[in-house]
């Protein structure tokens, strides 16, 4: 989920979704009032298999400007609505050349996703420089808190970074299983431990030397979940590519 800074507004959505701009709060030239304009910050997000470190987001930044700041941030993991804990994301940010506008920031943001790497590129180019055109009398430009648009922009994309959070569901990495009379029940959670909550779980039973549907369900937002299992097994529990161990 990718949250707005609190000044910006939704402008456009690309067609599939997967990027988008907002709309800011006006600058302004300080020796001409009428000179100015609305800010801006961009998106796009896209899922990679390159791993989640520095020499990916250096490869996949959009304009090859010099790095002014690096770090980890804390991504808030959320399932079925609540917070269940963090995946450690890696981020570069970016600077706009004297010939590119030294107003204009650019980061990259990588997410380790269970062996993907989800990607966020966050660009700030409007305004593009802090002069107004100080030649000409018209000074600098300022936001209407009076800020530089360059300190302005590079705040912006930060406070973007650290309002991301993950909720989409990951492959389930462990599956638990245990038979509690005439019910199966475990627990299905990713590769970070997290809860794989809204995973389907099919029950098989065995006949023979194959193994049959017997239910099907879908684990709670904790990750847990329940299967009535009548009858006698084996049995088994099914969870993406997870397996339990054979249930008696």
């Known amino acids: 989920m990718i949250d707005s800074p609190p000044d910006y507004v939704l402008d456009s959505v690309g067609r599939l979704g997967n990027d988008a701009s907002w709309k ?3 600058y302004q030239a300080t020796g001409r009032a009428s ?19 520095r020499q990916t987001i250096i490869d996949l930044l959009v ?6 700041a690096e770090g980890t941030e ?3 993991r ?22 590119a506008g030294q107003a204009r920031h650019e ?33 600098e430009y300022r936001m209407a808190n009076g800020s530089l648009p360059s300190a302005w922009n590079r705040a912006q994309v930060l406070t973007t970074i650290r309002g991301i959070s993950v909720g989409e569901p990951l492959p389930a990495a462990r599956l638990t299983a245990t038979r509690r009379s005439k019910t199966i029940a475990g627990r299905v ?35 847990s ?14 969870a993406g590519s997870r397996r339990s161990a054979t249930i008696k």
């Open 78 to 99: 959320r399932v079925g609505g609540q917070d269940v804990g963090s995946i450690t994301g890696v981020w570069v940010l970016t600077q706009g050349s004297a010939m």
């Open 24 to 26: 800011g709060p006006r």
């Open 74 to 76: 804390a991504i808030e």
């Open 107 to 139: 980061a990259g943001l990588a997410i380790p996703l269970c062996g993907r790497t989800a990607y966020l590129g966050i660009s700030a180019l409007t305004p593009s420089g802090d002069s107004a055109g100080g030649a000409m009398g018209f000074g």
């Open 189 to 223: 959670t990713d590769c970070n431990g997290h809860p794989a909550g809204g995973t389907a779980v099919k029950l098989e039973r065995r006949a023979g030397r194959t193994w049959r549907a017997a239910g099907r369900g879908v684990t709670r937002a904790d990750g």
């Open 35 to 53: 000179l100015g304009g609305d800010s801006g910050l961009g998106w796009s997000a896209g899922i990679y298999r390159q791993p989640a470190n």
């Open 225 to 238: 979940y329940a299967l009535a299992a009548g009858g006698t097994g084996p049995f088994r529990v099914v």
């Open 63 to 68: 304009h090859d400007w010099m790095p002014v």
